[in-house]
């Protein structure tokens, strides 16, 4: 079974019962492609950063840094108040100025009248370096009561004494946001083109046709947005390869997203798959 990457999305909350902008990405100028407008620094300082990105040709630096959490921070208050309480996806792509395994966060964290509430992305700490860009996702379930006083959406790094590069961040109800065109072999296609999930001998098998060499990753979610697997890799030509979901077999039945990340579409793309 087979629907636009929308659809599915919309599909994921529909299944929740929810009435939330599902398939958008909630962040406001999450790409950083010509400015950092409707971020702030959450303590040290942040400017525009052209000379390392992860995507397009723009990011956001975070420097003279006193503690971990001074980082890129946006006010996310409207955004949760519109689309309620639920399931929502998280991430962002980090890299650092110097240093190895450095432990970074994708966080929100909401004030209902009594103090703030976090929800990490990652429900540990996930290490960044200064020699590749990160990924830094999770999907939480964030709940409140009465009304919203204030809700931020930040990103930190442990390590206070580097530099933080931040690129690509997403944040969407009931599941990852929807994706954006992808291409093959430097040609523009349709997400129906760029993989293929096939169901065999009690495994899924996602073929996938990568435009260029470069890591990639594949997330499969329920329809509620939680994570139940994901897959990292780097491809080293370009073509067609075959991954395999091993407990696909002893998986609850039902419905499930699939996405996958890679170099020509960093945004992602996504199917449903259906566990009979």
Request: charged fraction near 20%; include cysteine.
């Amino acid at each position: 079974m087979r629907v636009p990457p929308s659809t599915a999305v919309v599909f994921s909350a529909l299944l929740l019962g929810s009435t939330g902008q599902a398939g958008q990405n909630l962040v406001v100028n999450p790409r950083f492609e010509e400015d950092i407008d409707g971020w702030v620094a959450g303590g040290g300082q942040v400017e525009h950063w052209t000379q390392d990105v992860h995507g397009g040709k723009g990011a956001i630096r975070a420097f003279a840094r006193a503690e971990a959490y001074h980082g890129p921070r946006q006010d996310i208050t409207k955004v949760l108040t519109e689309n309620g309480p639920g399931t929502y996806y998280m991430s962002s792509w980090i890299k650092l100025s110097s240093g190895t395994s450095q432990h970074a966060e994708t966080i929100v964290r909401v004030d209902a009248g009594s103090g703030w509430t976090y929800y990490d992305s990652h429900g540990d700490w996930k290490g960044a370096n200064s020699s590749t860009w990160t990924e830094v996702y999770g999907t939480k379930n964030i709940e409140w009561s009465g009304n919203i006083v204030g809700a931020q959406l930040y990103i930190q790094v442990q390590n206070a004494a580097v530099d933080m590069y931040v690129d690509d961040c997403e944040l969407g109800f009931g599941g990852p946001p929807d994706s954006d065109p992808v291409s093959v072999n430097g040609h523009p296609a349709s997400w129906q083109e760029m993989w293929t999930p096939v169901v065999s001998n009690n495994r899924s098998a996602f073929q996938l046709d990568l435009a260029e060499a470069g890591p990639y990753a594949i997330q499969v979610f329920t329809a509620a947005g939680r994570l139940v697997w994901r897959h990292e890799d780097t491809w080293s030509g370009t073509g067609s390869r075959v991954v395999h979901w091993e407990e696909w077999n002893t998986a609850p039945k039902g419905f499930y997203v699939g996405r996958l990340t890679c170099p020509r579409n960093d945004k992602g793309t996504s199917v449903i798959l259906v566990r009979r």
